[in-house]
């Protein structure tokens, strides 16, 4: 009678704890009539949700505990039956399991000592998990786990024993006991499988939906975590990894913000050498480090700054030619810098020059003299050449 009790309340109360049972919040009780409509079962009433919220045993809970298994919360099936000849089970208490425990399969030596001692640690194992560590022991060439294995670390018993034959008191009272007619068919497969489960398979009503496990904690139903194994834990390193190396490289790139962009140029004063290692003509000797010409005439030297005043590309010296020629759009330039074909507007700028105090010509480009088209040139200023 204990089972036919248990099966026909276990299997009403949907996913509902088991008493004595915390007070539930309104999000565990629409889940659980969310529930129950999909599986046909009677939604619960307002009565019954009043109980829930309060923590209190529903009306018809109440009367099962109090010696008969009375209808389910359906508005249809309320009215109590007489009560049974054997004393009835209180509500939470686990349910006589019909099979073989698993001790003994480790016993018989159907468990291995490493699945054993997993057991032991009363962990349960999901099915994802499972298909893991065979995965893992495929690899490894390790033998499969068996049936028995599986079942253990599921946390279910190991094998079914032949299920006993009902009394037929027990038969007869639930024979008689009213029941939702929809949820007859229901109530029968969900409370056998309830039956067939040990009391601690019976604590959890089954895993709470993404979002909802502190609604379901605070409901008193417990909350599966991730598996603890070792594909997890590899997941969980490469996501702190990829997160540390975020961060870290989001620091490097904040702290390089407050340092100062240098920019290195070649220096904009510089020695050449002296006066007498010129000869008249054009000196290339320094084009490619500093930009510059070396232009001696008869009565001065001078340094030609080259940069054409087009658009600033590097003209080539063309000595057969004896002139200066831009590669970009064909200006070209006398012995002298100056302009005389192509699109070059005026002659090119000629740097400052003077003599060290250890006799060495000293040029500087940052300071440039030019002649720019109609007006006065600047090519005669002191600093623009050197006499002699
Ligand atoms: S840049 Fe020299 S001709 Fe245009």
Known sequence: ?????QTAVSGVRGRLPVLPRAALNPSVIAAEQAYRKRSGLPQLTDHDIAALKAGEPMAWERAAAGGAVAAPAAPAATSAVPAPSAPSAPPGTPAPSSAVPVAASIAAGAISPEVAKQVAAGKKWSKSSIAAEQARRKRNNLSPLNDDEITALLGEPAAAAPAPAATPAAASATSSAPRPAAATSVVTSSAAASVARTGASTRYVGTPAVGTSRAAAAGGIASIGPEDNEINRGRRQFVWSAVAAFLVAWFIAFFRFFLPRTLFEPATSFKIGYPSDYGLGVDTKFQQKYRIWVDRTP???FVI???????GCTPDWKPAENKFKCPCHGSGYDSEGVNFEGPAPRPM????VEVAPDGQILVDVSKLYSWP????SGFNDPGAFLPG
Do not use: I, N, S
Request: charged share 35%; glycine share 4%; with cysteine.
């Open 1 to 5: 009678m204990a089972d036919e009790y």
């Open 299 to 301: 009565d001065r030297l």
């Open 305 to 311: 700054y080259a940069r054409c005043t087009h658009l």
């Open 349 to 352: 700028d000629r740097a400052h």
């Open 373 to 376: 088209k109609g007006q006065p």
